[in-house]
């Protein structure tokens, strides 16, 4: 089977079934169909027409068909449950019981070029949080998250990973894009480049965003870079226009509607019959059929309505805290079983980031995901979801031993500042060895010194699960290889693989 | 106590192994040359550190406890304290015991400097230093010398794009005997055309010809007027002078400014960060370029004042600032436009600043050189012989201004920055400007000076009044000694008058407080005066700044960073360009630019290098880039790529003979405008035949021209001029876009509509939705090539965004205005100034039958007003003409050009 990269220019072929599931309804069965075995991006050829080696740029044009592998998938879809902020890992995944034993004296000089915010440096702190171990595997897992452990038994914990910068604009950068700076595609944008979707009337690429505001980054979150736009992520919203533009602030009658379809098809007709062989005005068309099927696709896969009502107390939809994120996990897996490719999920107000009072604040933010991620979970498990989704838990960097304090050095409110020596970060599902503990840490925490694992290698480990490679996933610019994992080395973290 | 955390061994393990290969660093490159008896440190494994850790406090700019720890000799001199080193003793030398005891840098306040704390490593390294004496040695710089290069070959140099350009005699232009040649580039296509069994494409016809010339050269679809007036001009030099028309036009500069912005990397806003700060100066290079473009300013002086403008004239000694300083100094903000997060302490650390850096000179190799220099960043280029060294060498032709050990911050917030405040902003615009500026900030200081003396004018009078008033309420015998009282200061009062003071001045003495409780008139008229002047100090004017690049003088050294890494620096280099650009013998010579001058001369020396006649890049990179603009793609497609890794010209003789042409026309831009427009080439068909899919599949032949779709700018700034919305102001400050709460980004409309696209705010995380669906470039650094993508997106926006919608509402009104309620006419009218053609009698049936059906189809609908029940007839038939319009607005041939 050849790398997406390699992939033969010949158009994948598309079934005679498949085909009409495709055009029903639609005014251009035939432009469409020969569209989704084409192209829906841009020139028909591509301009850099050579490579190193005068090879040619594998692809004649940019879709979102379903794209074989390199190699046989273990995950077919991904869930990603993005926690910006920074998650504290001595606070939820890795007990320090030496943090307890020497609680309250000074550090400050040995780490001081580690610390965000200097002035604030109080000193070690044990975490206000009990630990016990869970499960079969006897994973470690804090008070604050009763609920995922119940699920240990399914989830590998890595408790080494590591970043560059301790601050949450370069972190979030890398560890969503293998790059510290804006402009370059997100995991998901790969994801959806490497592997199209098996659903034409979506995004491959969906972002379920809190509807109280964006994440630090905001929409470069999940930016296709460089890469063709259909691989950006799409937002998706829980009230309103679940799309950007989907319909009109004030719709006009359906007749009115039909009247304007039908006016602007012949239009097109009579230009479009003057020029044959530009598939260009082919692509447009298509976009404007794929408009009005969207419009259907996104409205059904949002209507959380159509769920039982066991299903939505399962995610703690209907209650506080966990209403709002529960709807958009139970929103993720109807997305996924509809076929998108990548889903991600974010949270407003960086409540990881508990630079002060670390014990309630930490707390709700536990309570405001807990329930409604160990919903999904067992959602995914009992429907047989959970063997092709992988769902990743993460932030961007983890937290200090030592205390930060508050302006008035009042001790019961001191959190923790950011730390890009060490963090936790999990995945479920497709292909991962439930139960395993991976990686650790210093005695304080600090940093990880046992099978470190780096964002390049979280990267590599999400690709190969997906059955791409790292290093053969890639995007001619200029004539340069881009890749998600640049010029860095990566490894795929085997040990945590089933 | 911790001895047995790993965690320290895992950390400064990390940073020792980065500082002692520091030590060697000079020495294990084969390349560099050895000197037998160098002692194990000598000050450039200690410069490196200083600059790191201490120069930020102790170095040119500022100097705590007057320490300067640059060099030897200034550690020598000391500072307040005495000598910070004592050769040969380093347990009595000061900085070491500072750095010892954990004293320097001071650790609570490193982040506001943005550095981070001295390693141990590096401690000890300072204090062998010492030990041995503080040996110095003589290192020259590594620069280009008349010895061969011996990282690149005459051989490499043999490459086509590395080749100097060849005299215009060199050049063999085809003999072709087609009547189809007008001009030496149809030559040059038609050999090639012919071998392959083709010719060029037929013309196309006159309103394809004015509408694809008007969108290339202006951005814009010709008026009905004047696509009228063309079509009936007989004069056989018609096209040429509508290309002349065409490029003297003020929005020429408009469009092509934009192309350059593009390669620039442009942006109004800083990026990077989550507070996207704004770049309030930026406007000025846009509209530097604009009237560069429109000026037809020669390309080797617009290149010569961006890369080197501060060098050009002393603008610091100048009795004026003219239009050309002011020009020269704007135009360096070419270097200014990379994100760049510096101005927060947290992203202001050497790799943030070394990001920036790369960023800039990513700018200027892709986008003018066709180089990918950023590849030989950290490593040897893998596919160009283009060594690190030269990498380092061009970093340092840009010390004096991008010196990371010596760094401005990028911009400056109030509350969000930290540390000392510096500021890229430089305050020198043309003295005409700062003049009227000046004059203005005194009218709004002496309007407010004069009603403040207005109204104490007013109080004293209104006292006065009210004192003898209560005065006159008290015994009249005491009247003339209490006046007395009064007019004497207290000092000098006599016992009697004290008395009378203690007794009666409270009550007769009225301050302003006083004033105001009592005097209503009075507060009415001081609270007038105090709206009026808060209206004034709101209309005080910042001071008028440019964002510029300017040499500040004594760079520090500049280092290979070996593996990119400012950790671990290698070898010293000098300033110098990409060694296989020359003839590998040339030294690269900088002069300062004036006598006395504290600038290096660096840059400029770059400059003139850049623009020397026979470069071998600059003007192959540049009438390659005008090229694809014409004709979609360029004759080499990596436009940013002229390496190995790019791909070969189809067509090099055309190109080189353009690129002598350029110069040989004094680099006139309108000159290779004129020359590529008026070629048979440009003129053909867009029209795809059987032949042309065989043979020519993807174009590279030229056989036809290709059908585009308008870029984001086209379609956005067209959509205005439709609907007869295109506020055509130019220039200044950019204007603002609206962040709904659905994530929908929005142009705020003026009084008089919505200006072009190209005086819109670019802040990096606020992109007007439309332009950026329709593939307006985020700039990071800059934008090569756009692309030009089909996505559901832009067809959403363009069915259902408001403004869109709006504007489709003002093109029917435009419509009725000049064509009345005639559907016939109304449709002809639509067609002329959307498609800049009449319609087909089908299309015309096509069009009033449609508007018909809407007329029925809206007169159904309830009216806008829902008191006045149905819609009235007209009503209908103009919410049916909107419809019709923003239908065309959706098709095909609105949003592609043949």
Redesign the interface.
Known sequence: MLDACEAPSMPVPVTRRGFFDRVAGGLYGAALGYLLSRDLYGASEPLSASGPNGSADPRRGFDLLPRPPRFEPRARAVIHLFMNGGPSQMDLFDPKPMLDKHHGEQHFNRIAGEIENVKDAGALMRSPFRFAQHGKSGMWVSEAMPQLARHVDDIALIRSVYTTNLTHEPAIYLIQSGKMGPGNPTLGAWTAYGLGSENQNLPAYVVLDDPIGLPINGVENWQAGFLPPIYQGTRFRSTGSPVLNLRADAEAAPEIVELRRDLLARLDRVHRAKRPQQPNLDARIASYELAGRMQLAATDALDLSQETAATRELYGIGREPTDSYGRRCLTARRLIERGVRFVQLYINGQIWDNHTSLGSELKKACDRTDGPIAGLLQDLKQRGLLESTLVIWGGEFGRLPIAQLPADKDERKAGRDHNKNAFCTWFAGAGIRGGTTYGATDDLGLAAVENRVSVPDWHATILHLLGLHHEELFFEQQGLKERLTGVHEARVVQEILA | M?G?????A??TGLMLRAALAGVSAPTDNPAAPVTQAAPAVTQHDIIPIVERRCTVCHGARQREAELDLRTRAAMLRGGKSGPAIMPGKPDDSLVIQKLRA?EMPP?????EVSI??IEPAEVELLARWIALGAPEVEIEPDVASSDPDPLVSDQDRTFWAFHPLPTSEQIRIPSANSDRVRNPIDAFLLERLEAKGLTLAPEADRQTLIRRASFDLTGLPPEPAELQAFLVDSDPRAYETLIDRLLASPRYGERWARHWLDLAGYADSE????QDLLRPAAYRYRDYVIRSFNADKPYDRFLLEQIAGDELADYEHASEITEEIYDNLVATGFLRMA?D?TWFS??NFLP?RM?VIADEIDVLG?GVMGL?MK?AR?HNHK?DPIPQRDYYRLLDVFKGAFDEHDWMKSNWHETLSMGVRSDRDLPVVTTAERRAWAAHQDVVQKEIESLRAALDEAAAARAQQHQEERLAALPAVLHADLRAMLATTPDQRSAVQTYLAEKFESTLRIDRDALLKIDADFKRQSEEAAGRIAGLEASRLPEPKIRALWDRGEPSPTYVYRRGDPLSPGRLVGPGVPSVLTDGKSPFVVAHPWPGAKQTGRRLAFARWLTRPDHPLTARVMVNRLWKHHFG??IV?????F??????PSHPELLDWLAREFVRHGWSVKAMHRLMMTSAAYRQS????PA??ELD????LYSRMP?R?LDAEQLYDTLLRVSNQLDERRFGPADPVELRP???VTPVASATGWRRSIYLRQQ??QIA?LLESF?LP????NC??R???????????M????MV?GLAAHFAERVERDAGSDPARQVERVYLIALSRLPSD??SE?GRS?LA??TD??A??PARDPAAGQAKPDEAGHRALA??C???M????F??A?
């Not at chain 2, 599949?697 to 590279?700: A, C, K, Q």
């Open positions: 911790f047995k955390f790993a965690w320290a895992a950390l954990g650790l609570k306040r490193i982040v981070k704390p990026g990077k960060r989550e994100p997060p947290l992203t943030d990001e892709s990918t590849c950290c596919y793609s360029g497609a990596t436009l940013g790529n390496g190995r890794a790019g791909a070969n867009s029209a795809v035949t042309h899919e599949p993807g174009n590279r059908l779709r659905d994530g929908l990096r995380k939705t593939d985020q700039m990071n650094p090569i090539e692309r030009d993508s089909t996505v559901v997106t832009q067809a959403l926006h069915l259902n965004d408001g919608r089908d299309e096509l449609a059906r809407l189809a809206w159904k609908q419809t019709f923003h239908t065309v959706n098709c095909a041939e949003l592609y043949d």
